[in-house]
């Protein structure tokens, strides 16, 4: 470098592509949040099929998001620090009874572990892809379809 003189570049279009990248970060956002709805309809429709069976209140209970009116409405994908979720279970007026279901066993007022075993209902239902419904419904049925997960996210970052 000559003395007194500096090198002086610029970059035209550099606004644009920083418009398009947003753009398709926007895209890509979107097509995230679609997938994950539509994977969360379906680990629910698989955990209805996996849940005991005593009097469907629980199948019937299963919602996604905060909307307990509509049970198959899906809820808005919240993100938090770089993540993206949806929050999905039973409505409120029946999440003790769904966890003691899923887990398979509840405590008696004195303290006594009570194990659950499946009802007839719950039996008759018999196995569906590979899971018998009863206690970790909701489990087996993130395991069932973790596989489809797998795929479905890495289809929309694929483009």
């Known amino acids: 470098m000559a003395k007194g003189y500096g090198f002086n570049f610029g970059i035209v279009g550099l606004e ?17 949040d679609e997938t994950l709805e539509k994977l969360a309809l379906q680990i629910i429709h698989d955990a209805k099929r996996l849940a005991p069976n005593l009097s469907g209140d629980l199948e ?6 905060n909307d307990t009116s509509a049970p198959f409405n899906v809820g808005k994908v919240k993100k938090l620090i770089g993540v993206s ?23 008696t007022a004195s303290g006594k572990i009570v194990q659950l075993t499946p009802g ?20 087996n049925a993130i395991k069932m379809n973790e596989m489809l ?11």
Do not use: C
């Open 120 to 139: 007839e209902k719950t039996v008759s239902k018999g196995a569906y892809n590979g899971y018998l419904p009863g206690k970790k419904y909701l489990e």
């Open 85 to 107: 979720y949806i929050d999905f279970g039973t409505s409120p007026e029946v999440n003790d009874y769904a966890v003691v279901q899923h887990e398979g066993f509840r405590k």
């Open 16 to 32: 644009a592509m920083i418009g398009e990248l947003d753009d398709m970060a926007k895209k890509i956002d979107e097509r995230i």
């Open 149 to 159: 997960i797998i795929e479905e996210l890495s289809k929309v970052l694929e483009g």
């Open 60 to 65: 019937a209970a299963f919602h996604i998001g």
